[in-house]
Every structure is written in C-alpha cells, then in structure tokens.
C-alpha cells in the first residue's frame, strides 16, 4: 500500500473552479477521485492509468480533468475542476489501485488518502 495526502479543497461558488491535489508515497498503476456527499455512497469520478489513460463519469465529463505527474521519482495526481455546482459538494478522496484496468469501481482500490472537503454555494 502506498500513502496517500490529498490538498486543495475549499469553498467556492457555482461556475468557480478548485484544483485538488494528492502525492502517492510509492508506486501506484491507478490513481484515482472519488466523492462521497452526506447520505451517498461514494462514487468514483475519474481516473488514470501510469501510462496515461482515462475514464470519468458522465457527471463530471468535460467539467473534469485529471492529470498526473509520475516522472523523477515522484507520483502526483491533480484533479481540475470547472464550472462547480452545488452537486458537486461532497469529500473528495485520491485513491491508488492496481491495473492491469483502471476503473471507477471503488472495490478496486488498497490504498485511500483522508480527504478533502469541496463546497459549492449557489
């Protein structure tokens, strides 16, 4: 397992935007976002592969975008969001998995960062 340390969260408006971060402390092949809103379950948003490949939920999708930067010894995965809504308040929680597929299925990943708290007012 690897640890995880997320930041970046905050308030914001609606149409605003928020960058999350999170830094792995060892190797991971999937590094991925999941939220998790009062009374929900939490629900997988997107993903990526060491090699680069992505998925996303429909509700994120085009609003979203997840980076990575795994060269130099050294594993980082940033989260864009724009164009906020108040759905999108929730705690945000960076993950890592292992392939050979990356997905949104949450029982798919061993190592959870402890999250950080996104706030979208209307």
């Known amino acids: 397992q690897v640890q995880l340390v997320e930041s970046g969260g905050g308030s914001v408006q609606a149409g605003g935007s928020l960058r999350l971060s999170c830094v792995a402390s060892?190797?991971?092949?999937?590094m991925g976002w999941f939220r998790q809103a009062p009374g929900k379950a939490r629900e997988g948003i997107t993903t990526?592969?060491?090699?680069?490949?992505?998925?996303?939920a429909d509700s994120v999708l085009r609003r979203f975008t997840i980076t990575r930067d795994n060269a130099n010894a050294k594993d980082i995965v940033y989260l864009q969001m724009n164009s906020l809504k108040p759905e999108d308040t929730a705690m945000y929680y960076c993950?890592?998995?292992?392939?050979?597929?990356?997905?949104?299925?949450?029982?798919?990943?061993?190592?959870w960062g402890q999250g950080t708290q996104v706030t979208v007012s209307s």
């Open positions: 990526m592969s060491d090699g680069g490949s992505t998925s996303y």
């Open positions: 060892g190797y991971t092949y999937c």
């Open positions: 993950a890592a998995g292992w392939g050979p597929q990356c997905t949104l299925d949450r029982t798919k990943y061993h190592s």
